[in-house]
Antibody, heavy 120, light 110 residues
Framework: QVQVVESGGGVVQPGRSLRLSCAAS????????IHWVRQVPGKGLEWVAA????????YYVDSVKGRFTISRDNSKDTAYLQMNSLRPEDTAVYYC?????????????WGQGTLVTVSS | QSALTQPASVSGSPGQSITISCTGT?????????VSWYQQHPATAPRLLIY???SRPSGVPDRFSASKSGNAASLTISGLQAEDEADYYC??????????FGGGTKLTVL
């Protein structure tokens, strides 16, 4: 069963850091790009970052550039999102998703999400 | 970059067809074949319905179809069913190598 599972969310103070993990199973992790997408509860989806299958190419939305870093460890079938200098507006459910097989820049499947709350 | 434009809500009766539009620019929807559509039921993760404008992943019913013309894409659901009631999002690759989502459309099955 193709699956990605996020972990690492929680409550953090503004300005602090948090690292999210995305553990993959059921597919060849090292051949698929991974994306992070966030959603403020009750609001729409916002793409955050993506990393290529080999980790050589990384892409970010402007609002997180310089603060967030996406990475992956293909030996552990896990991707990460390091979030520094967190702001209240980063509060959201964070989903990871793999690139869909047979297509580019489409996400399938998605994990169940992990909630990040930035608050003092 | 502003979100792609989708209607906030659409509705239809069981058995009918509905279409959800998604309008962007030549820097996103109009410029690439990488338009996708997602379905999200309350308190669940999004599910891919369509990728690369018209392709359906395995397991997605053929009641779901999509197209693109110029800077606008659309998702059509035919033979509407109660289980189709959900939020729908379009997304497109952009000229700055990012993925841009639409604001989402709430589908109500009457």
């Amino acid at each position: 069963q193709v699956q990605v599972v996020e972990s690492g969310g929680g409550v953090v103070q503004p300005g602090r850091s948090l690292r999210l993990s995305c553990a993959a199973s059921g597919f060849t992790f090292s051949t698929h790009g991974i994306h992070w997408v966030r959603q403020v509860p009750g609001k729409g989806l916002e793409w955050v970052a993506a990393i290529s299958y080999d980790g050589n190419n990384k892409y970010y939305v402007d609002s997180v550039k310089g603060r967030f870093t996406i990475s992956r460890d293909n030996s552990k079938d896990t991707a990460y999102l390091q979030m520094n200098s967190l702001r209240p507006e980063d509060t959201a459910v964070y989903y990871c998703a793999k690139r869909t097989t047979g297509g580019l820049w489409a996400l399938d499947p998605w994990g169940q999400g992990t909630l990040v709350t930035v608050s003092s | 970059q502003s979100a792609l434009t989708q209607p906030a809500s659409v509705s239809g009766s069981p058995g009918q067809s509905i279409t959800i539009s998604c309008t962007g620019t030549s820097s996103d929807v109009g410029g690439y074949k990488y338009v996708s559509w997602y379905q999200q039921h309350p308190a669940t993760a999004p599910r891919l319905l369509i990728y690369e404008v018209t392709s359906r992943p395995s397991g997605v019913p053929d009641r779901f179809s999509a197209s693109k013309s110029g800077n606008a894409a659309s998702l059509t659901i035919s033979g509407l069913q109660a289980e189709d009631e959900a939020d729908y999002y379009c997304a497109s690759f952009t000229s700055t190598s990012t993925l841009l989502f639409g604001g989402g459309t709430k589908l109500t099955v009457l």
